[in-house]
């Protein structure tokens, strides 16, 4: 990670105070004082401030079930931000592996660490998100093969991954899908010729929602880990 940010979650400064002690000449990374607050450093290497070894904070995973009428950011917009429903020190440090749009419900995985969520969210690994879809007509022929097949999207130079529709009644649906683009869901039920009513996630890889509208918890272990392989 960042210089700056292993001082954050190694001291209680904030990161423009993190910052100012890096240009001082108050930090040294393996031996050697640095100025670069951009610098990449590991758990392993010896980073010291005024001569104190620091440790970096365990990282943290957390579930929640996104309420409607959220946000997926760390401050209130338009919309409150779902951060308000987390009660966990040091805030400003996590951010959402996967964001959904404001009136999307369901499963959100929130973390401190980049790598990690770099696992669910960059499109060469093709982690699995399952949606539950509402629409507003009912699910034409064919359109199972299309999204199996992949469907042309508006602006898009390629055609999506191939992606998998259950149909539950006529107008809700479970789609499975293994990318991230822009209102991907939206814009797909679009490209044949329906609109989405609601929208909610219910898994992410091999993790269910399994909580109340509003409510968090840390992954376990095996949670965590089933990210990385």
């Not at 939206?186 to 409510?215: C, Q, W, Y």
Request: some cysteine; glycine content about 6%; charged content about 25%.
């Amino acid at each position: 990670m960042r210089l700056d940010k292993f001082i954050c979650k190694s001291t209680e400064l904030s990161k423009a105070e993190a910052q100012l002690r890096i240009s001082s000449g108050d930090v040294s990374v393996n031996g050697e004082i640095t100025t670069n607050e951009a610098m990449q450093v590991h758990e392993n290497n010896t980073i010291l401030l005024n001569g104190t070894k620091l440790k970096a904070r365990a990282f943290r995973y957390v579930l929640m079930h996104k309420p409607a009428g959220t946000i997926c950011s760390n401050i209130d917009e338009v919309y409150p931000s779902l951060f308000n429903h987390l009660d966990i020190d040091n805030v400003s440090e996590l951010h959402i592996a996967g964001r959904l749009d404001a009136d999307t419900t369901g499963m959100v995985l929130i973390t401190d660490d980049g790598r990690w969520s770099y696992n669910i969210t960059v499109p060469t690994k093709a982690c699995r998100k399952v949606y539950r879809v509402g629409l507003s007509k009912p699910i034409a022929d064919g359109v199972v093969d299309r999204f199996k097949q992949g469907v042309q999207l508006q602006g898009e130079q390629h055609l999506t991954r191939p992606a998998d529709l259950e149909i539950v009644s006529p107008k809700e649906v479970l789609l499975t899908i293994t990318e991230g683009k822009f209102h991907q869901v939206k814009r797909m039920f679009a490209a044949v010729g329906n609109r989405v009513n609601t929208l909610h996630r219910e898994a992410i890889g091999d993790v269910s929602l399994d909580l109340k509208v509003g409510e968090w918890r840390y992954l376990t272990h095996d949670e965590v880990q089933s990210f990385t392989q």
